[in-house]
């Protein structure tokens, strides 16, 4: 069965403890991106990668990281995490950049 | 650079009545169309896109929207909706050449269908 999957999909920190929200699929596709979503703000692309180890900004990255080793994982990465980022991210992947995009279901991260 | 406005927060409509949802994007390149529907407590799945040729795209559950290069515009319409169309609405832009791999989101628009 075709699948994004996150891990955790809740998770409820504190200020400045490093954290890891994983993102995994198996449906072989070259693009993933990540977004993250706040009341009224809609989808926010965080960081895209259009391929293993090819990564770019999206339009609010500060305060995160990616890495893409290979294909299926596409890691984000909250060094110091701080309480304006607490809100709901989706992972999603697509064959090409140019086509439909599939979500996970979503990690809603809260930091106090 | 690329950005998506959804012209109307909300929407109430009556079941069986007709409905559009406006978008309005502005794009220094072409740009691939798509509107995307989020069920509450769900992820976003694909309604209809746009890539090239018929600017009427029909999509899944009687949706179907118009590209209108001109007016820069990608409405969405049904001609008559169900208790179930009750969901959140984003219209997205996905760039190429120098804009390639940069997703923009709506904010969304949300339809609320009343009995």
């Known amino acids: 069965e075709a699948q994004v999957t996150q891990n955790p999909r809740y998770l409820i920190t504190v200020t400045g403890k490093k954290l890891t929200v994983t993102c995994s699929q198996n449906m072989n596709h070259e693009y993933m991106s990540w977004y993250r979503q706040d009341p009224g703000l809609g989808l926010r692309q965080i960081y895209y990668?259009?391929?293993?180890?090819?990564?770019d900004k999206g339009d609010v990255p500060e305060g995160y990281k990616v890495s893409r080793k290979e294909k299926r994982n596409f890691p984000l990465i909250l060094e110091s995490p701080s309480p304006n980022q607490t809100s709901l991210y989706f992972c999603?992947?697509?064959?090409?950049?140019?086509?439909?995009?599939?979500f996970g279901p979503g990690t809603r991260l809260t930091v106090l | 650079a690329q950005s998506v406005t959804q012209l109307d927060s909300q929407v109430p409509v009556f079941e069986e009545a007709p409905v559009e949802l406006r978008c309005n994007y502005s794009s220094s390149v072409s740009v691939y169309l798509f509107w995307y529907v989020q069920y509450p407590n769900q992820g976003l799945q694909l309604l209809l896109k746009?890539?090239?040729?018929?600017?009427l795209v029909k999509g899944i559950n009687g949706f179907e929207a118009e590209f209108n290069k001109s007016q820069t515009s990608f409405h969405l319409r049904k001609p008559s909706v169900h208790i179930s169309d009750t969901a959140e609405y984003f219209c997205a832009v996905s760039g190429f050449n120098t804009n390639a791999g940069k997703s923009t989101f709506g904010d969304g628009t949300t339809l609320t269908v009343k009995p």
């Open positions: 999603a992947t697509a064959p090409t950049f140019s086509d439909t995009q599939y």
């Open positions: 990668s259009m391929n293993v180890e090819v990564t």
């Open positions: 746009y890539l090239s040729g018929s600017t």
